[in-house]
């Protein structure tokens, strides 16, 4: 299949974060549902941006669960989540399996549910890891998206960093 044949994925927003029965990819292209490929989860110290959208100190760990996303084997996404270590190092978040619901229903069950999210969207050339790792051309750009995850009390309980091949997505937004 060449890129020209491959229909674009549609990433539905905000209606992908309001069912936590279910995973958020469930609202997008349900006919296509996304593989994981590449799942590594690890604690580690998060780049000084994670850091600070978490409020953790400048040494505390997160836990980070990094993976690569493909649809009819062609890499679409790659994706760095982040968590505050403290908050879900017993929890199925820190296994590979997170359960049904993912992981806002585990943050949910942890008495940190997800009330309010935010998503910062731009588009840029990808550097010549995501280039390899996504298999883009030399002119194909990706769209990063930061989305933060906020529970009641205003306290971001997760940092999501995604790199989305621009030329396989079309992002639907619902006002």
Do not use: C, K
Request: no cysteine; aromatic share 8%; charged share 30%.
């Amino acid at each position: 299949m060449t890129d020209r044949d491959f229909q674009p994925y549609r990433r539905v927003s905000p209606s992908r974060l309001r069912d936590r029965a279910r995973s958020v990819w469930a609202a997008d292209d349900p006919d296509r549902p996304p593989v994981v490929s590449d799942l590594v989860v690890a604690e580690e110290v998060p780049p000084p941006r994670v850091a600070e959208a978490l409020g953790l100190d400048a040494d505390a760990l997160a836990l980070v669960r990094r993976r690569v996303y493909l649809v009819e084997e062609r890499p679409i996404q790659l994706a760095w989540t982040y968590y505050p270590a403290e908050l879900v190092r017993e929890s199925a978040i820190a296994e590979p399996e997170t359960g049904p619901g993912g992981a806002y229903a585990r943050l949910a069950e942890l008495g940190s549910a997800p009330v309010r999210f935010r998503e910062e969207l731009r588009s840029r050339m990808p550097s010549h890891e995501e280039r390899e790792v996504l298999r883009l051309g030399q002119a194909v750009p990706v769209i990063h998206v930061t989305r933060t995850a906020y529970q009641a009390d205003d306290a971001a309980v997760e940092v999501n960093e995604m790199v989305l091949d621009a030329a396989a997505y079309v992002l639907e937004y619902h006002f």
